[in-house]
C-alpha cells in the first residue's frame, strides 16, 4: 500500500476524478524502479483519494492517493526462465520481456564451459557450455532457466563513463543455470 499526494494537470480534469488519478499514478509509477520495492508493472487499485485542494499560485487540484502496485521483485532463490540479450566476457545479459538487466557473471556459468569472442567484434561472442565431448552454445534460440541469487539497487550514479554500460536502477544477479 502506498500513499502519494500528487497534483493533476489540467488536461485531465475533464476526466472523471477516479480515471484521472489512475491516468497520472500510471505515467508516474509504471516502468520505474522503486528502491527496495522493485519494477512497477501496474496500479493494481486506488484505495482512497482524499483532497483536492487548488493551491494559491498552483491552479491544479492536489489529491492524497493510497493504492497498490504491481511489483516485480524476484525473491532469493526464485526460479525464472529468460532469453539471451548479451553475451560477452564478463558472462550473459538475460531478460524476460519487460525487465532487461538480469546478469549471470562468468563464475556463474555451467562448469566446465568457455567463451568465445566474434571475429568481427571483440566485445561480443558466444558462450559454450562444454559436455562431454560436446560444446553446447548458448544463444538465444534457448530459453534459460536460472535461480536468483540477489536483487540489487546500485546508488544513481552522479557521472557516468562514456565507454560504461548504461545504468540499471535494479540488478538480478544470478546464482547458477538450471
Not at 528502491?35 to 482512497?48: M, N, P, Q
Not at 526464485?78 to 545479459?93: F, H, V
Not at 544463444?139 to 535461480?147: R, T
Request: proline share 10%; glycine share 6%.
Amino acid at each position: 500500500k502506498i500513499e502519494h499526494k500528487l497534483t493533476l494537470p489540467p488536461y485531465l480534469l475533464a476526466l472523471p476524478i477516479r480515471e484521472a488519478i489512475l491516468s497520472e499514478l500510471e505515467r508516474l509509477f509504471l516502468d520505474k524502479v522503486i528502491a527496495k520495492l522493485g519494477l512497477c508493472i501496474s496500479v493494481y487499485d486506488i484505495i482512497s483519494i482524499k483532497g483536492g485542494s487548488v493551491f494559491p499560485s498552483d491552479g491544479a487540484p492536489t489529491y492524497l492517493a493510497v493504492f497498490n502496485l504491481i511489483m516485480f521483485r524476484p525473491f532469493n532463490g526464485e526460479i525464472i526462465t529468460a532469453k539471451l540479450i548479451g553475451s560477452d566476457a564478463d558472462g550473459l545479459r538475460l531478460s524476460v520481456g519487460f525487465f532487461d538487466d538480469i546478469y549471470i557473471p562468468k563464475h556463474h556459468m555451467p562448469n566446465p564451459s568457455h567463451y568465445e569472442p566474434a571475429t568481427t567484434n571483440s566485445k561480443k561472442g558466444t558462450w559454450y557450455w562444454d559436455f562431454g565431448e560436446e560444446a553446447f552454445p548458448i544463444d538465444d534460440s534457448v530459453e534459460i532457466k536460472f535461480a536468483v541469487q540477489s536483487v540489487s539497487y546500485p546508488p544513481i550514479p552522479v557521472e557516468q563513463p562514456k565507454d560504461s554500460k548504461p545504468f540499471a536502477p535494479m540488478v538480478v544477479n544470478v546464482a547458477n543455470l538450471l
